[in-house]
Structure formats: C-alpha cells, structure tokens
C-alpha cells in the first residue's frame, strides 16, 4: 500500500467531533481545537476558524471488550449535544481503544442536525 493524501478535508465541524470524543475519552490530550469548560456547567465550548461559537455536551459509557488481531481492546460509546452558531446536533460515536497502547482504533460518529435553536 502506498501512502496518499487525503482527497477531502473534514468538515469543521467533523474534526471538532471527533476532537470532542478522543477528549471524552482521553481528557488532557487535546492537539486540535481547545475545547474550554463553560464555568458552571457541563458544556465545553470553543471557536470555529470560520468564526462560529460550538458548545458540546458529551458522555461515555463502556461498550462491550473485544480483541483485534489478539490485542485486547474496550469499546466505548459517547453521547450528547451540540450546538454550532444556531443549529443543535446530536453527536453519537462509537470507539475501539487498545487497552495497552490507548490508541483509537476505530471511531465511527455521526452528527445529526435536530434544527435551530431558539435565539
């Protein structure tokens, strides 16, 4: 196999997603965008390069342990909101984490837009 560029770049809003969930899991181990504590609550919010305010709202919880190419892995569901400028999302994802390295194997997320927010 030969290395190639990727032929599209994330979404914005993509990359942060999948930010937010390696954060979720992995607290403290942020490289992409900084996603800041709102004071008080349980959001954390940062800045879009195209100038939109995100706030995301997640949890995990453990899924069921697995083995790939005899490596013990865990799996991890994480779940919330967020909300980008006036439109909500609801985030879901699901991941496999070796459990020695703490590398993420595989994550599948998904954002489905829920509508605007009220002003």
């Given amino acids: 196999m030969i290395w190639?560029?990727?032929?599209?770049?994330?979404?914005p809003l993509a990359a942060l997603v999948h930010e937010a969930v390696r954060t979720q899991?992995?607290?403290?181990?942020?490289?992409?965008?900084?996603?800041?504590?709102?004071?008080?609550e349980s959001w954390r919010e940062t800045v879009l390069p195209d100038g939109r305010q995100v706030r995301i709202r997640l949890?995990?919880?453990?899924?069921?342990?697995?083995?790939?190419?005899?490596r013990a892995c865990a799996g991890i569901h994480v779940s919330g909101e967020m909300v980008a400028g006036d439109?909500?999302?609801?985030?879901?994802?699901?991941?496999?984490?070796?459990?020695?390295?703490?590398?993420?194997?595989?994550?599948d997320s998904r954002l489905e837009a829920v509508g605007r927010t009220r002003p």
């Fill in 25 to 40: 899991v992995f607290p403290g181990e942020a490289f992409g965008f900084h996603l800041v504590p709102v004071p008080g």
């Fill in 59 to 70: 949890s995990a919880s453990p899924a069921a342990q697995t083995q790939r190419e005899r």
């Fill in 4 to 11: 190639q560029p990727p032929t599209r770049e994330l979404d």
């Fill in 87 to 107: 439109m909500g999302y609801r985030v879901s994802a699901d991941l496999v984490v070796d459990l020695v390295t703490r590398a993420v194997l595989a994550c």
